[in-house]
């Protein structure tokens, strides 16, 4: 029996993965593509988004979400009766797409492939790391190799290297193609040093492509047949030796639930005074908009916040909105959250 191939994609919070996915589905050709989605936090919004794109060989059931914690974190409870739910189909997918977090490690969800449940039947077709080239041209993710030296120097027990930096390389490390995506933000000398910065931290032998909007022919993301599985050892980890056992205790997350809103414009400059006072690293949910029949899908990650509209709202379903909220530990969640709820609340544009 032949066995499943499956893509890992991986990427830091708001790289575009949902959006290259989205894109893969739509341009599959008839192939079979299921979908893995994982949420950091009770409560997904990716799944959603892609079961509103209106992909007539899209079902629902293609699309499976694990909500409740970090991927790489709930292999054995979570992904594994995932995948053998997926594989053990009357007719199983042709291909697999997982998802993850922004915050997961992809090294332990690669090591799960190498399990005797899962070995025989899937195969890691590759794993994809989708870079933010805007952000990494803004230095969100460089080190500043003079103000580190200076502030060892200053006090040598403190460890400078933040958890964003060590999951960005992460990411890359595992990685046998990455993308950079939302090119098109920068100008050709930016992009030589953005590229120059990637390629620093990536594994010998991955290849890198350019890529906007998430737009990346299928041809070149699946059938890579790299067997990720049977290569860990070229795919060095900080956790390394510590049982890939990591937490999340640097970041918080949580939801913000409000009414119909009256002015997309209006909810995106207010929602961009709190992203910007609170530091905020990640927004993105579903938003009801009054007199329109379809869901508002919002995206925010640092200052860039986009919106577009997707599916119509289903017979029933509550108009509600709900951004979930993704931001290092420590942020203000009790100024934070009532200044959105009041963003979420129809008003006169």
Known sequence: MAKIPTTVVTGFLGAGKTTLIRSLLENAGGRRLAVVVNEFGDVGVDGEILRGCGIETCSDDDIVELA???????????????????????DPPEH?????????????????????EVRTRATVDGVIALIDADAVAAGRFAHDEAALDQARRADATLDHETPLEELFEEQLACADLVVL???????????VRVEAEVRAHMRPGAKLIHAAHGRVDPAVLLGLGVAAED???SRPSHHDGADDDHDHDDFDTFVVSGEEIASPEVLSDQLAGVIAEHDILRLKGVVAVKGKPSRLILQAVG??????FDRPWRAGEARVSRLVVIAEKGVDRAAVTPRMQEALIATDA
Request: glycine share 4%; hydrophobic share 40%; proline share 8%.
């Open 68 to 90: 409740n914690g970090c991927i790489c974190c709930t292999v054995a409870d979570d992904f594994l009766p995932t995948m053998r739910k997926l594989i053990d189909r009357a």
């Open 231 to 233: 290569d860990l050892d």
């Open 96 to 116: 697999i797409l997982v998802e993850t977090s922004g915050l997961a490690l992809p090294k332990p969800l690669v090591k799960a492939f190498t399990w005797p």
């Open 303 to 308: 200052p860039r916040i986009q919106t577009y």
């Open 181 to 191: 995506n939302k090119t098109d933000l920068l100008d050709a000398e930016v992009m």
